[in-house]
């Protein structure tokens, strides 16, 4: 079992950023991947970013050039740096990590982001 603790969210103006911080706990040496994933009043749960173990990274589109993922394994926490956040990145961002067999979830953080 693995479990996720996320912080960082809150209300910021568009333009502005913030950095969600994913912290991992117990059976960490079966983790392949962590990311974040979002979703918004209304809409389907969707990929952000992601890491592997070996530090490649995944965005979707819409981030791309604005968010970055990092991951620091000593510390087994993965973080979200998001800039020029947009009144569209307006969600509940949900830190997972995936193994071969199972996928873990955190309790999801508020990000807000005004006009």
């Known amino acids: 079992q693995v479990r996720l603790v996320e912080s960082g969210g809150g209300l910021v103006q568009a333009g502005g950023s913030l950095r969600l911080s994913c912290a991992a706990s117990g059976s960490i040496f079966s983790i392949k991947v962590m990311g974040w994933y979002r979703q918004a009043p209304g809409q389907q749960r969707e990929l952000v970013a992601e890491?592997?173990?070996?530090?490649?990274?995944n965005y979707t589109d819409s981030v791309k050039g604005r968010f970055t993922i990092s991951r620091v394994n000593a510390k087994n926490t993965v973080y979200l740096q998001m800039n020029s956040l947009k009144p569209d990145d307006t969600a509940v961002y949900y830190c997972n990590a995936k193994s071969d067999w199972f996928a873990f979830w955190g309790q999801g953080t508020q990000v807000t982001v005004s006009s």
């Open positions: 890491i592997t173990n070996g530090g490649s990274t």
